[in-house]
C-alpha cells in the first residue's frame, strides 16, 4: 500500500491480497477502483464485494488466501468475481449497494450490470476487494453517491447475470457443492469406431476429419435446464431465449492426446456471443441442474479444478472444431483443421471431463466423435513432462488455484523452441497442433523481474527465480504454479553460457 492509502500492488503469487476500505460504505455509493497492473499469467481477477464486519477487529492472520470462496462462506461477507475480459489496465470498475441488498457495477462508461445480491442492509457495509488473479494493482478513486434513478441495469446478451427477480435465491455468494473424492484408478472404455458418413452432417468438412472416429463419447445426461440433449447424447441445443444455463459436460473423462470434435450444427449471425468451453476435475454425475449457475465463469471459483475459454474465431453453421489435451496438461484448439494453438493448461493427472457452453450465436452443437493422435500417427504419446526433456514447457493454466493461465495464444502461451519429434506441437499432420515457436520465457512467473533459474522437484518445472522458490516452498501445502502438484524441493541450476 502507498503512503497515500489510496494504491495497493499484490506483491507475490496470485491470492493472499484481501483488502478493505477504511470506513463504512453509504446505500448507493459507487467505490470507483481503477486497474492499475495486470499480470496475464494467472486465472480470475478482481473480486469484489462487502463486509458488515469492521476490518478494524478483523485480525489480519485470520484473513483466508481467497475471497471467493473462502471468505464468503463467513457470515457477513458478500462478494463475486469480476469477470476477466473487463480486468484490463486502465479500466475503472465502479460497484455499489442498493437499499435492496442488490450489488451491481459499471467498468468505464458502460451501463450498470446487476452483479449478485443478497448483502443485508441493515447495518454498516464497508467495501472488500481482493486483488487476485489477473488484478495485479489497483487505485482507489474518489466515491460517488448516485441517485437511484440514474441506475438502470442493462439486460445481457453474451454474458448473462441473474435478473433482478431472483434476490430470494441469491442469499449466498458462493457455496461449495461437494468436496469430491476423486479416483485414481483408470479409466476403462471399449471404444468403437465408426467411419465418417461422407453424405451426410459430416460432408462439409469431412475431408478435414480421420478416416474413422470413435463413437463412444456423449454428452452427459446432466446438462443446463435451458438446453436440451437429442439424437442418442450427440447433439445439445438450446431451448431457451435467455441462454443463462446451458452448460453441457461429457459422459466421460478425456484421454490425455484424444482429440474430440465437435461440429457447430446450427448458428444465427443476428444475435452475439460464441461458444465456451473448457475442462474440469468435477465428475457431472455428483452435480445436479440446480447446481449448475446462471454465470458459467463463476465456476472458476469452486473448490475442484474449472478452466474455462471462449472460441474468439468467428462461428458458422458447418464449422467443426477439435480439442485436445496432450500429456502436459495443454489444451488445444483447432478450427476447420486449422491449428489454432493451446488455450489453457489443466493438471492431466486427474480425470478430466469437457464441458461447452452455449451463448447467443451457436444454438446448436454435435459431438463427432473421438481419436487418439498417438493411434492415428503411430507416434507413442509422451508420458509426462519429465520424461520428454524436449518438449514444450508452457507458462499458463486456467484455474482460480494456484495454476498459470491465459486465454489465447498470447506471448505467455508460447513453448521453447526446437521441440523433439515425440512432442504435439512438433507434428504438422496434427489437426490441433500447429507448429509453434518462441524464445525462451527468462523471466520468474511469480516476481517478474529476476531471471529463472530454479527447478522445481518432483514434478520438474523450471519457472521461478531461486528466491521466490524459497519463498513458495515455505508456504503451506506449496504446490508447482504450473502444474499444481505438490513441491518436495527446489534446485537452483546455472548455465553453461
Same mark, same amino acid.
Given at each position: 500500500?502507498?503512503?497515500?492509502?489510496?494504491?495497493?500492488?499484490?506483491?507475490?503469487?496470485?491470492?493472499?491480497?484481501?483488502?478493505?476500505?477504511?470506513?463504512?460504505?453509504?446505500?448507493?455509493?459507487?467505490?470507483?477502483?481503477?486497474?492499475?497492473?495486470?499480470?496475464?499469467?494467472?486465472?480470475?481477477?478482481?473480486?469484489?464485494?462487502?463486509?458488515?464486519? #469492521?476490518?478494524?477487529?478483523?485480525?489480519?492472520?485470520?484473513?483466508?488466501?481467497?475471497?471467493?470462496? #473462502?471468505?464468503?462462506?463467513?457470515?457477513?461477507?458478500?462478494?463475486?468475481?469480476?469477470?476477466?475480459?473487463?480486468?484490463?489496465?486502465?479500466?475503472?470498475?465502479?460497484?455499489?449497494?442498493?437499499?435492496?441488498?442488490?450489488?451491481?457495477?459499471?467498468?468505464?462508461?458502460?451501463?450498470?450490470?446487476?452483479?449478485?445480491?443478497?448483502?443485508?442492509?441493515?447495518?454498516?457495509?464497508?467495501?472488500?476487494?481482493?486483488?487476485?488473479?489477473?488484478?495485479?494493482?489497483?487505485?482507489?478513486?474518489?466515491?460517488?453517491?448516485?441517485?437511484?434513478?440514474?441506475?438502470?441495469?442493462?439486460?445481457?446478451?453474451?454474458?448473462?447475470?441473474?435478473?433482478?427477480?431472483?434476490?430470494?435465491?441469491?442469499?449466498?455468494?458462493?457455496?461449495?457443492?461437494?468436496?469430491?473424492?476423486?479416483?485414481?484408478?483408470?479409466?476403462?472404455?471399449?471404444?468403437?469406431?465408426?467411419?465418417?458418413?461422407?453424405?451426410?452432417?459430416?460432408?462439409?468438412?469431412?475431408?478435414?476429419?480421420?478416416?474413422?472416429?470413435?463413437?463412444?463419447?456423449?454428452?452427459?445426461?446432466?446438462?443446463?435446464?435451458?438446453?436440451?440433449?437429442?439424437?442418442?447424447?450427440?447433439?445439445?441445443?438450446?431451448?431457451?431465449?435467455?441462454?443463462?444455463?446451458?452448460?453441457?459436460?461429457?459422459?466421460?473423462?478425456?484421454?490425455?492426446?484424444?482429440?474430440?470434435?465437435?461440429?457447430?450444427?446450427?448458428?444465427?449471425?443476428?444475435?452475439?456471443?460464441?461458444?465456451?468451453?473448457?475442462?474440469?476435475?468435477?465428475?457431472?454425475?455428483?452435480?445436479?441442474?440446480?447446481?449448475?449457475?446462471?454465470?458459467?465463469?463463476?465456476?472458476?471459483?469452486?473448490?475442484?479444478?474449472?478452466?474455462?475459454?471462449?472460441?474468439?474465431?468467428?462461428?458458422?453453421?458447418?464449422?467443426?472444431?477439435?480439442?485436445?489435451?496432450?500429456?502436459?496438461?495443454?489444451?488445444?484448439?483447432?478450427?476447420?483443421?486449422?491449428?489454432?494453438?493451446?488455450?489453457?493448461?489443466? #493438471?492431466?493427472?486427474?480425470?478430466?471431463?469437457?464441458?461447452?457452453?452455449?451463448?447467443?450465436?451457436?444454438?446448436?452443437?454435435?459431438?463427432?466423435?473421438?481419436?487418439?493422435?498417438?493411434?492415428?500417427?503411430?507416434?507413442?504419446?509422451?508420458?509426462?513432462?519429465?520424461?520428454?526433456?524436449?518438449?514444450?514447457?508452457?507458462?499458463?493454466?486456467?484455474?482460480?488455484?494456484?495454476?498459470?493461465?491465459?486465454?489465447?495464444?498470447?506471448?505467455?502461451?508460447?513453448?521453447?523452441?526446437?521441440?523433439?519429434?515425440?512432442?504435439?506441437?512438433?507434428?504438422?499432420?496434427?489437426?490441433?497442433?500447429?507448429?509453434?515457436?518462441?524464445?525462451?520465457?527468462?523471466?520468474?512467473?511469480?516476481?517478474?523481474?529476476?531471471?529463472?533459474?530454479?527447478?522445481?522437484?518432483?514434478?520438474?518445472?523450471?519457472?521461478?527465480?531461486?528466491?521466490?522458490?524459497?519463498?513458495?516452498?515455505?508456504?503451506?501445502?506449496?504446490?508447482?504454479?504450473?502444474?499444481?502438484?505438490?513441491?518436495?524441493?527446489?534446485?537452483?541450476?546455472?548455465?553453461?553460457?
Amino acid at each position: 500500500m502507498d503512503t497515500t492509502q489510496k494504491a495497493v500492488k499484490r506483491q507475490a503469487s496470485f491470492c493472499n491480497a484481501i483488502t478493505f476500505s477504511n470506513r463504512p460504505i453509504v446505500i448507493y455509493e459507487q467505490v470507483r477502483l481503477k486497474i492499475t497492473k495486470k499480470q496475464c499469467c494467472w486465472s480470475g481477477a478482481l473480486r469484489l464485494g462487502f463486509t458488515s464486519k #469492521d476490518p478494524s477487529r478483523i485480525n489480519p492472520d485470520t484473513l483466508p488466501k481467497y475471497a471467493c470462496p #473462502d471468505l464468503v462462506s463467513q457470515s457477513g461477507f458478500w462478494a463475486k468475481a469480476l469477470p476477466e475480459e473487463f480486468a484490463n489496465e486502465g479500466n475503472i470498475i465502479a460497484f455499489w449497494v442498493d437499499k435492496k441488498g442488490r450489488v451491481f457495477y459499471r467498468v468505464n462508461d458502460s451501463p450498470a450490470m446487476l452483479f449478485f445480491s443478497g448483502v443485508r442492509t441493515a447495518e454498516p457495509l464497508w467495501a472488500l476487494i481482493d486483488v487476485y488473479g489477473l488484478t495485479r494493482g489497483v487505485q482507489l478513486l474518489d466515491s460517488e453517491i448516485i441517485p437511484p434513478d440514474c441506475l438502470r441495469p442493462r439486460s445481457f446478451t453474451a454474458i448473462r447475470r441473474p435478473s433482478l427477480r431472483r434476490d430470494t435465491e441469491d442469499t449466498r455468494l458462493s457455496v461449495s457443492l461437494c468436496d469430491l473424492n476423486l479416483q485414481e484408478d483408470a479409466f476403462h472404455v471399449t471404444a468403437t469406431t465408426c467411419p465418417i458418413p461422407q453424405n451426410s452432417l459430416n460432408s462439409q468438412h469431412s475431408h478435414l476429419l480421420p478416416s474413422q472416429l470413435e463413437s463412444d463419447l456423449r454428452f452427459h445426461l446432466l446438462r443446463g435446464p435451458h438446453v436440451k440433449i437429442l439424437d442418442d447424447q450427440t447433439v445439445a441445443r438450446l431451448e431457451h431465449a435467455r441462454e443463462e444455463r446451458t452448460l453441457v459436460f461429457t459422459s466421460r473423462p478425456l484421454r490425455i492426446n484424444e482429440t474430440i470434435f465437435v461440429k457447430i450444427n446450427k448458428s444465427n449471425a443476428v444475435r452475439t456471443g460464441t461458444l465456451s468451453y473448457g475442462v474440469t476435475s468435477c465428475d457431472p454425475g455428483t452435480l445436479r441442474p440446480s447446481d449448475l449457475p446462471y454465470n458459467p465463469e463463476s465456476l472458476v471459483d469452486r473448490k475442484e479444478f474449472w478452466a474455462i475459454c471462449r472460441v474468439l474465431v468467428p462461428l458458422q453453421s458447418g464449422d467443426i472444431l477439435g480439442f485436445m489435451v496432450n500429456s502436459d496438461g495443454e489444451l488445444h484448439l483447432s478450427h476447420n483443421g486449422a491449428g489454432i494453438g493451446m488455450q489453457v493448461c489443466a #493438471d492431466c493427472s486427474q480425470p478430466l471431463w469437457m464441458f461447452f457452453v452455449l451463448h447467443g450465436a451457436i444454438m446448436q452443437i454435435r459431438l463427432l466423435g473421438s481419436t487418439t493422435l498417438a493411434e492415428r500417427l503411430g507416434l507413442s504419446a509422451p508420458s509426462s513432462p519429465s520424461s520428454t526433456p524436449n518438449s514444450p514447457t508452457v507458462l499458463c493454466s486456467g484455474v482460480s488455484g494456484p495454476l498459470l493461465s491465459t486465454c489465447g495464444s498470447g506471448p505467455l502461451c508460447s513453448s521453447i523452441s526446437g521441440t523433439g519429434p515425440n512432442s504435439p506441437s512438433s507434428l504438422p499432420e496434427s489437426p490441433i497442433s500447429p507448429s509453434i515457436s518462441g524464445p525462451w520465457v527468462d523471466e520468474c512467473t511469480i516476481c517478474y523481474e529476476n531471471v529463472v533459474d530454479t527447478v522445481i522437484y518432483s514434478c520438474g518445472h523450471m519457472c521461478l527465480c531461486y528466491s521466490c522458490g524459497l519463498k513458495l516452498k515455505k508456504m503451506a501445502n506449496a504446490c508447482c504454479p504450473i502444474c499444481r502438484r505438490a513441491i518436495k524441493d527446489i534446485i537452483k541450476t546455472y548455465r553453461s553460457t
